[in-house]
């Protein structure tokens, strides 16, 4: 049987993937002189932004999802049950229904939106890399390599549409960052980080592996569609033919009606699918890591976690959730809401202690994920989209302000959050920049990006009512301002002068020229989207899918 | 018409923006540039403001005039919605007044007087920041008073806490950084509970039109939300305002706060609460406030009683004059908390005196800090009529208008705001609000027995000699103390000049002209009060 394959709906992946190939092999073949690290850059550079122009391109178009690698008409069939992937599909398709072929690999408006943060983000972190890269005891063509691979991970998960992609998807995001994590050789802390990565990482995925297999057991079908279908029996065909589109209080209903014919290793599979993606997405209780890694990995890697690892986290999250388990929201729902709380709440009170520029942000960013998780905590339809859209406000913020603690990490290399007084003074714009970063972080005008992304997603959960939910996020929101806040006051004032200080500071400007222009374009363009974001936060608001998620 | 609103946010925000190029020019000429940058940007926009009050059709104040609206945010449901109407048109006007005269008291003439914060200064106490940040300081304050869109206001209530912390924490006294971190985080509570009680209310009726749901009175909305919402939305405001249990910011902000920083927030900033209140609050939530405002009565006497006995204790001038606010915001709230027209046009013309009342006052006490290089009253000893005798005159003038003496502006919101709880709305327990009246009367005297007293200790008396001048501006910190030495030497310091009586004088004007014609603001909040409490 052949599969027909839609080139045009995988070419970023493509793109991304022979960009990797080609960054190796240019890496093996061309001359060891320092002109090389700046190509294969720029090579990388060019395969992002190729990948990124074509999510661009494909979400100009107008009319329905692409999808692609779908199960072949000739085995849809109760009979077909011969070939391989159809093995999978046990359901025959319901009568009466238009009975559309599963697919794996979908590419609608949820998909393109995490598709295209992932890449912008991207050509941040390649930005950064340049300058991190600079120095010069990073393989560069390893390091590209990975970043690349890394990418792809992110662009080809959130399109998946079945547990395999999904889980191939997620490890695809997860593994290069543990080799980027080490790549910094005899580098302690860097080794460090890279094996507690991984272990917490390899659990994590052996956690979720178990859940998935579960659900597979279960349902018999690995389509995520298919899933929700047959968790979702005794509802009538025209019900379950809407598919999850229905609202909340169909969904609870429907639960309901059929939680007594589940057998309860379903809920013990969403519990395992949840455990597993909080350790991804550093949800407490399976945090820990994040302020041990984020330090010691290089800081474009860090950012890469903060930002491009997370989002992946949770497109996977919202896509399982979401698609597969919606019949079980009332499992779900407020196992989220206590897990989202609890999160926001430790990550906080962790950040507030920190001296450390990027342990701050790493706890930070694990209280900024209690914030992406707390509409989902409430209800399960219009809740996605604040989270998706408190998402890329955050990546925004957050990769430029990882993008100045780069800088400054070249200057300082403690990079304490007393490195930082008076960095107004030194370098204007960069402090600026900062500033304006913290303040969008900390939710408060001028930085109106982060205010409204708390809006959002406040009024989801006043909406759903969730008011326990609300003022906890309410107090957690005040803990965030008064770190974030202090460290922005830092950024004004005078740095004290201390002659050994001041000679450090030099001394570090002095050796740090190279590779200061691709952080500086990393900032600027950080700075130019959060500022718009601040002016017209209706850009990302009109990017979110207006309706469901396309199943497969 | 309706671009004057626009222009009045406009023209500052432009003026900030212009500060952020960098210029070649040398210190001395961008510091002459700073300062006429400075007065003309806030006199343009102070200027506008008074278009606007000559354009206001005075005949139908309660409809709202000048409007714009425009969609900003879809996906919120955010609109740019800016209007006027006769209770918002005064504080817009009091607000660009001070901070024009803020600049006045900054920039005019050569700027090395005391308090001339934008004088050159080693170390560099960076007047072009400074001029930055009291003009966004005006954008949020400007915003406050204009939004007509619920989500609007709070982006404009909160736009007003960086710029504040920072003129708090950058240019302020010796205490400063703790005091502007212990403001921020009070008032940052504060916003997130209101947040949570907007999108409550937005939820519930699904808009955020302030016109439409001062209009509704509350229909689409069940008792026991109502009372929720208030409870949210009043406690974000109570912290700003401040509120009894709520006030301990207070204190310290205005302690550690320079003039024009310590000016602006008990001018300003205090009534963006209060105006909370009377134009969100109140009208969107009646059921929310009749059930509430016994409690808001209670919390507003026990503040005008807690105001008054913290300030006959307190040692410090600007400390006490911080408190004083707490005791005469207990006042604005008891007025709001009668539910009545008479009370709310009690609160609203208290609020108005109290912004021009406390500014001169912290403007005076400011001056007298910088001269004597500490605000503690023993320390000043007393005498000061006969040293310092205009500024002595002058902070007398503020004291008697500020405990209400009758012919001057504070008279009339206390004495209305216990006229209305002597007759609460229906539906109010009256023996309880007699009881309130009578406490809040005990109030009145317990604040003319504390200005008097300060009074007595300040500016009569005997002078004692000012050799303590070197050791206090040592421990004052903020002042140049070679200025203060010198002072000292010659045992004899300036008294009123020149750029402080341009910066008073307006002040003393307006509490004479409101002391003595009180209809000239009840005339314009009148109609809008019976608007908005739906009373005849």
């Given at each position: 049987m052949i599969q027909s394959i839609d080139y045009y709906a995988v070419a970023p992946l493509l793109i991304l993937a022979l960009t990797a190939g080609l960054v190796l092999i240019l890496d093996a073949f061309l001359p060891h002189r320092p002109y090389v690290r700046r190509a294969l850059g720029g090579v990388t550079l060019a395969g992002v932004t190729g990948a990124l122009a074509v999510v661009v391109s494909q979400a100009m178009r107008t009319g329905g999802p692409l999808k692609t690698f779908c199960v072949p008409d000739g085995l849809l069939g109760p009979s077909g049950g011969a070939g391989g992937g159809a093995a999978l599909l046990t359901v025959p398709p319901v009568a009466g229904q238009a009975a559309a072929a599963p697919c794996s690999f979908v590419v609608d408006d949820f998909t393109l939106i995490f598709a295209g943060l992932a890449l912008a983000a991207g050509i941040v972190v390649v930005l950064l890399s340049a300058a991190e890269l600079s120095s010069g005891d990073i393989p560069v063509g390893e390091w590209y390599f990975l970043l690349l691979c890394m990418l792809a991970g992110a662009v080809a998960l959130p399109a998946s549409r079945d547990l395999i992609m999904l889980l191939v998807a997620l490890e695809l995001v997860s593994l290069p960052v543990f080799a980027l994590t080490a790549l910094k050789r005899y580098d302690g802390r860097s080794s460090e980080a890279a094996v507690k990565l991984f272990l917490v990482s390899v659990v994590s995925t052996a956690v979720m592996l178990f859940g998935v297999s579960l659900l597979y057991g279960t349902t018999g079908t690995v389509y995520l569609d298919r899933i929700a279908q047959i968790l979702r029996e005794g509802v009538p065909p025209s019900i379950a033919g809407l598919s999850p589109g229905q609202g909340v209080a169909g969904v609870y209903s429907s639960s309901l009606e059929i939680s007594h014919d589940l057998p309860a290793v379903v809920t013990a599979a969403v519990v395992l699918v949840l455990a597993g993606f909080a350790f991804k997405i550093a949800a407490v209780p399976f945090h820990a890591w994040a302020g041990d890694v984020y330090q010691g990995a290089p800081i474009p890697v860090a950012a890469l976690l903060s930002v491009i690892s997370k989002a992946a986290g949770f497109a996977g999250l919202i896509l399982i959730l979401v698609i597969a388990l919606g019949s079980q929201a009332a499992t779900w729902v407020p196992l989220i809401a206590i897990i989202a709380a609890l999160t926001m709440t430790v990550g906080n009170l962790l950040a507030m202690r920190q001296r450390h520029a990027v342990r701050l942000l790493a706890w930070s960013s694990v209280a900024q994920s209690g914030y992406i998780l707390a509409p989902l905590g409430v209800r399960n339809d219009a809740a996605m989209s604040a989270s998706i859209a408190y998402l890329v406000f955050y990546a925004a913020m957050n990769i430029g302000a990882f993008a100045v603690v780069m800088l400054v990490s070249r200057r300082s290399s403690r990079n304490e959050l007393d490195d930082y007084r008076g960095l107004v003074f030194q370098n204007p714009a960069a402090g600026l920049a900062l500033a304006f970063f913290l303040i969008c972080l900390a939710g408060l005008p001028p930085g109106l990006a982060g205010l409204f992304a708390k809006i959002v997603v406040f009024r989801e959960i006043v909406d759903g009512g969730g008011g326990w939910l609300a003022v906890v996020m309410a107090v957690n929101t005040v803990i965030g301002l008064y770190y974030y806040v202090a460290w922005a006051v830092r950024i004004f004032t005078p740095a004290p002068v201390t002659t050994g200080g001041v000679m450090d500071m030099t001394a570090g400007a002095g050796g740090s020229r190279t590779g200061w222009v691709p952080a500086g374009v990393a900032i600027a363009l950080a700075a130019i989207i959060a500022v718009a974001f601040s002016i017209a936060p209706q850009i990302v608001l009109d990017l979110?899918?207006?309706?469901f998620i396309t199943p497969g | 018409m309706s671009w004057v609103l626009i222009a009045l946010l406009g023209v500052p925000l432009a003026g900030a923006a212009v500060l952020l190029a960098p210029s070649r020019t040398d210190a001395v000429a961008r510091g002459r540039l700073l300062r006429v940058h400075g007065l003309a940007v806030s006199g343009v926009t102070f200027a506008l403001s008074v278009v606007l009050a000559a354009g206001f059709d005075y005949g139908d104040a309660a409809r709202v005039q000048f409007s714009t609206d425009l969609a900003w945010i879809p996906g919120l449901d955010l609109r740019f919605h800016l209007g006027l109407d006769g209770i918002s048109l005064p504080l817009v006007v009091l607000t660009t007044l001070l901070t024009f005269l803020c600049f006045v008291y900054l920039c005019w003439g050569s700027a090395d007087g005391p308090g001339q914060l934008l004088r050159p200064k080693a170390g560099g106490n960076r007047p072009r920041a400074l001029v930055f940040t009291l003009l966004i300081l005006e954008v949020g304050m400007i915003g406050t008073f204009l939004a007509l869109d619920l989500l609007l206001f709070f982006v404009f209530f909160e736009v007003v806490l960086i710029p504040m912390y920072f003129v708090i924490a950058i240019w302020g006294g010796r205490a400063r950084r703790a005091a502007a971190i212990k403001f921020i985080l009070y008032t940052l509570l504060g916003s997130a509970v209101l947040l949570l009680g907007l999108l409550l209310i937005w939820a519930q009726t699904g808009t955020l039109d302030m016109v439409a749901l001062a209009r509704a009175q509350g229909a689409g909305m069940s008792r026991s939300v109502q009372i929720i919402a208030f409870i949210a939305v009043g406690i974000g405001f109570a912290v700003k305002t401040p509120m009894w249990p709520l006030h301990t910011w207070l204190p310290d902000a205005h302690t550690e706060a320079p003039t024009v920083g310590s000016v602006l927030l008990a001018g300003v900033l205090l009534k963006m609460g209060t105006y909370g209140f009377a134009r969100i609050a109140i009208p969107v939530l009646p059921d929310g406030a009749a059930a509430a405002a016994p409690w808001l009565g209670a919390f507003a006497v026990i503040g005008i009683i807690y105001g008054s006995l913290a300030c006959l204790a307190q040692r410090d001038l600007k400390r006490m004059i911080a408190y004083s606010s707490v005791g005469h915001m207990g006042f604005v709230l008891l007025g709001f908390a009668t539910l009545t027209p008479v009370g709310f046009n009690a609160a609203l013309f208290g609020n108005i005196a109290h912004g021009l009342i406390t500014a001169l006052l912290f403007f005076i006490a400011g001056a007298i800090k910088e001269r004597h290089g500490t605000s503690v009253m023993p320390a000043l000893g007393g005498g000061m009529l006969s040293r310092l005798p205009h500024l002595g005159s002058l902070l007398t003038f503020a004291c008697i208008a500020s405990l209400g003496l009758p012919g001057l502006a504070g008279f009339w919101g206390e004495m209305l705001a216990l006229l209305g709880a002597f007759e609460p709305a229906a539906g109010l327990s009256r023996p309880l609000y007699l009881t309130f009246m009578v406490i809040g009367g005990l109030g009145t005297v317990l604040t003319a027995a504390y200005f008097l007293l300060m009074l007595s200790r300040v500016t009569h008396g005997r002078g004692i000699k000012t050799i303590h001048a070197p050791v206090l501006a040592a421990v004052g910190g903020g002042t140049d103390p070679s200025r203060v030495a010198m002072g000292a030497g010659n045992a004899r310091m300036r008294d009123v000049t020149s750029y402080e009586l341009a910066a008073w004088v307006p002040l003393v004007g307006l509490i004479l002209l409101f002391g003595l014609w009180p209809k000239a603001l009840l005339l314009l909040t009148d109609p809008v009060v019976h608007t908005l409490l739906g009373a005849p």
């Open positions: 979110l899918p207006a309706e | -």
